[in-house]
């Protein structure tokens, strides 16, 4: 069923207010004939939806010159001035034409009684102007600064990655250059997995998601190169159940989460480190054993807080890591 517009709910409220003044004068005026009840019904209908309309047309008018959020006060004064005078000047005519014909006196006191009420539903209609379009002033601000926020998370995270690009093909060549001398097979099957893990990064770059699947396919070459530098110091177990791995996840987001391992931990033979990626519930969670390392360089510490950043605006769920009992865990919302 179509919901009916805000503008014609308001046409319908009048006219419903229309009506119910016919049925009171109808019941409580025995002078009233039926006559003269169903002209001012007319007449009720077309001073109220002209009434409303002209107050939306003045207030769509004084928004563009005087914007509420630049200049309240002579917006206030201008829009509630137009508005008293318009409704003055339609009252007077109506005392006018059908003055005479009415059941009551129009004494001066009556008079001025009607004309302080008119004031004050001037005032009455055009704040609700100005609270509606102060609310909806204050909705474009909280949306464009979330965009903003957004927008800026997006930027550190694209920052990092491109911090993390030559760090890793640094770190790639210098592997590759040696299994180059040792093992030339090896090292030809090591720069395939490494230009298809570029190929992913740039295939992906300007996406906000990508699917989990293609998140550890891509992660399956990334760990080749891992596990071919660092031998059996490095150890990776996936646990994640092949019915979880359509959700969404944002892209590279693995890489990131075990380039923080393994440039934070002390990796050898004696101290080798062991990386678990599992579920639990909506969110994927990378758990590694602690091994810290006293110094790490090229480390600003902004790594995790810019992806948490990103994901808390994609998906208003937080990013969340903790350590304890010699084990670092980051859980990370995957997106349906």
Not at 77 to 90: C, N
Not at 91 to 118: H, M, Q, S
Not at 139 to 160: P, T
Request: hydrophobic share 45%; aromatic share 14%.
């Amino acid at each position: 069923m179509k919901r009916i517009p805000k503008r014609y709910q308001v046409h319908l409220v009048i006219l419903s207010m229309c009506v119910t003044g016919y049925f009171g004068r109808a019941i409580y005026f025995d002078k009233m004939t039926g006559q003269l009840n169903l002209i001012l019904l007319v007449v009720s209908i077309v001073v109220g939806l002209g009434t409303w309309e002209f107050f939306r047309f003045i207030n769509r008018i004084l928004s563009k010159r005087y914007p509420i959020q630049e200049a309240l006060i002579p917006r206030v004064i201008v829009q509630i001035g137009i508005g008293t005078l318009f409704v003055y000047i339609l009252r007077g005519l109506g005392i006018y034409l059908v003055g005479d014909y009415f059941p009551l006196e129009f004494n001066w006191a009556f008079r001025a009684a009607i004309f302080v009420i008119d004031f004050f539903f001037s005032a009455c209609l055009n704040a609700f102007f100005f609270i509606r379009e102060y609310i909806g002033v204050w909705k474009q601000s909280i949306a464009k600064n979330q965009r903003l926020e957004k927008e800026k998370a997006q930027v550190q995270f694209d920052n990092l990655k491109n911090q993390l690009n030559p760090h890793f093909l640094f770190n790639a060549l210098s592997s590759l250059d040696s299994l180059i001398k040792t093992d030339p097979e090896l090292a030809s099957r090591f720069l395939q997995n490494m230009s298809r893990v570029y190929r992913y990064v740039l295939k992906h770059k300007d996406k906000d998601l990508v699917s989990l699947n293609e998140e550890l396919e891509f992660i399956r070459e990334y760990l080749f190169l891992m596990e071919t530098r660092f031998g059996e110091a490095f150890e990776f177990r996936c646990e994640v159940p092949e019915d979880k791995k359509e959700k969404g996840i944002v892209p590279v987001t693995l890489q990131i989460l075990l380039e923080n391992a393994l440039k934070h931990n002390v990796i050898n033979t004696q101290k080798p480190l062991k990386v678990c990626l599992r579920l639990e519930g909506d969110f994927l969670v990378m758990s590694n054993n602690l091994q810290k390392k006293r110094r790490v360089d090229g480390s600003n510490g902004l790594g995790l807080e810019n992806l948490k950043k990103l994901y808390h605006y994609l998906v208003y769920k937080e990013v969340s890591w903790e350590e304890d009992e010699g084990e670092f865990r980051i859980r990370i919302p995957l997106i349906d």
